[in-house]
């Protein structure tokens, strides 16, 4: 092998040789078997590689895109389908019920759903669930398109920072949503009346929001009912608003005739809330969120000016207190100055009978805003103890005949018998007098025994004598009377043709050219000219009364 050519090892895959013929003779070619690797891959293993590649990136996906699962207790499944009932939020699809079961207290069902990834955040502690179905509540109908399309979940997002995934369901639908703007109230009334959830709350009469919710206190005496009024009618709601039931028709008669006041046709079906600011008080600021207020039983109620200072009294009456009732009006001539607040009774033992004890409360407030010359500091001066003994006193009237409601009066009689101002268990007892029904009673009782002396029973024997008496002598009137048109009768036909005869005959003498007018008148003439000559004689004899004894001169012997 020459310089030039480096010679073949075992590394480059050929066997070292050398070849005998020298370095001019051409090379036979020679077969050599070579090692194959042990592993090569290969393109059929590429697409499962890839197809595993894309589950793992798309289970991944899955994982990470996949929502948070909830569990929502409810009282009944009713609507409830695992697999098919969905979860809307605005009416938009934000999940499944995925399981529905029973939970070990056996008293709620409890159904487990599966949300979308974007309805993480809306998870809130206070969020709120119920399911949507067909309902007809007060004047309102919801849940409608469910009849074709089925129950559904309904989803409210609450605001709390605080985040969860256990709920209680609602198991009636909420009547406002967390996003309406507006605020919510407080009611305090002594009872709920006509209202329920949906009733509508009228600010002018203008509908300005809804009943949410009531409930009772915790000592349940008395009902909170929630309201909310919506934006922006929400800032008339100041701290001096008065807040009063508008529920059916309000009928009143007074001097002007008859007034019927009513908020709208729906407050009387189902009932309503109104509110509004008396125009005496001075416009304030918007009240707070979740502000408390009274709900008065009407309008006049609820405008009267607050009563800051309240006189306890108690009334003793020895009558009946039927028509009385807890709330009765208090009054003055006229003006209402205070309430009943209870009702019950006493055992007197010096009279051996019972006293029926009215407490009352006073608002001396009433008075000042009533009256034009007294105010605040003049107040003390009015001592309860001298009005008594000026004649005040308290005195059960009916407010209507009809429906013998009583009320309590207090006015000033100077004609009542002097009395002073008691003391019992802490708070003063005014005086009383009966009332005028009472009084009415006790004269109707006493001509009642005034009238039960009255021997009736003898008057009446007397009276059925004289009866007897009368008709004998009608019965002989009668029978003189059949006598008359007898006998009398005829006789007086007779005498009465006669009477006309003699009229006529003296009405024919009485005519002018009758001979006895002319004899009359000819009589008349002869006694004028009588007359004459009489007179011619006297004036004769006036001038000469000798003629009497010598005769008239110039007659002859």
């Known amino acids: 092998m020459s310089d030039k050519q480096s010679p073949q090892t075992e590394e480059d895959g050929l066997p070292a ?43 991944v996906q899955a994982v990470l895109s996949r929502g948070p699962t909830i569990t929502i207790t409810f009282r009944s499944g009713e609507g409830l389908e695992a697999g098919k009932t969905r979860i809307k939020y605005k009416d938009v699809e934000i999940g499944e019920v995925t399981a529905v079961h029973i939970n070990p207290d056996s008293k709620n069902i409890e159904a487990t759903a599966q949300l979308s990834k974007e309805a993480e955040h809306c998870l809130a502690r206070d969020s709120r669930f119920w399911i949507v179905r067909p309902r007809i509540a007060g004047g309102s109908v919801s849940g409608l398109g469910t009849l074709l399309s089925g129950a559904y979940v309904g989803m409210d997002a609450g605001k709390s920072s605080e985040m969860s995934q256990h709920f209680t369901g609602l198991e009636v639908p909420p009547i406002i949503t967390g996003d309406l703007p507006g605020r919510q109230f407080v009611l305090k009334a002594s009872e709920l009346g006509s209202l329920d959830i949906g009733a509508p709350v009228y600010f002018r009469r203008v509908p300005v929001g809804q009943v949410v919710a009531y409930q009772l206190d915790k000592r349940g005496r008395s009902v909170d009912i929630t309201v909310f009024v919506n934006a922006p009618y929400d800032h008339f709601v100041t701290d001096d608003s008065r807040f009063w039931h508008a529920s059916g028709i309000d009928l009143s008669v007074s001097a002007n005739g008859l007034k019927v006041n009513t908020q709208s046709l729906s407050a009387i079906m189902l009932g309503g809330v109104a509110f509004e600011t008396p125009s ?18 009407t309008r006049e109620q609820a405008m009267q000016a607050p009563d800051h200072e309240v006189i306890p009294l108690r009334l003793k009456f020895q009558q009946s207190v039927r028509g009385l009732t807890v709330g009765a009006p208090v009054d003055f001539r006229g003006i209402v100055i ?44 009015l001592r309860l103890d001298k009005m008594v003994e000026h004649g005040m006193r308290a005195q059960l009237r009916s407010g209507s005949l ?19 101002l008691g003391r019992s268990h802490g708070v003063d007892v005014l005086p009383t007098i009966p009332g005028d029904l009472e009084e009415l009673q006790g004269v109707l009782q006493r001509i009642a025994r005034k009238l039960d002396k009255v021997p009736f029973d003898s008057i009446g024997q007397e009276l059925d004598a004289t009866i007897k008496e009368l008709h004998a002598t ?41 001979p006895l007018q002319q004899d009359v008148r000819k009589a008349a003439q002869e006694v004028s000219e009588t007359a004459r000559s009489f007179r011619a004689l006297s004036d004769y004899l006036d001038r000469h009364p ?10 002859k012997p």
């Open 17 to 59: 040789s050398t070849d005998p013929a020298g370095p001019d003779t051409i090379p036979l070619a020679v077969a050599v078997n070579r090692r194959r690797s042990r592993w090569s891959p290969s393109l059929v293993w590429l697409i499962p590689l890839v197809a595993a590649l894309i589950g793992a990136y798309l289970a």
């Open 280 to 297: 005496s008080v001075e416009e304030g600021p918007a009240a707070a969120a979740g502000s408390a207020f009274t709900l008065s039983n």
């Open 338 to 381: 205070g309430e009943v607040t209870s009702i019950g009774m006493e055992y007197d033992a010096p009279r051996k009978d019972f006293n029926m004890l009215v407490d009352i409360r006073i608002f001396p407030s009433r008075l000042i805003s009533m009256s034009s010359n007294l105010d605040a500091s003049q107040l003390h001066q």
């Open 402 to 420: 009809i429906t013998g409601q009583l009320y309590v009066a207090l006015d000033f009689f100077r004609d009542a018998r002097p009395a002073r």
């Open 474 to 514: 009608l019965a002989t009137a009668h029978q003189l009377g059949d006598k008359l048109d007898g006998k009398v009768l005829p006789q007086t036909m007779q005498t009465l043709q006669q009477l006309q005869q003699t009229l006529e005959t003296t009405s024919q003498a009485l005519q002018a050219n009758s």
């Open 546 to 555: 000798e003629a009497l004894i010598r005769g008239k001169q110039g007659d």
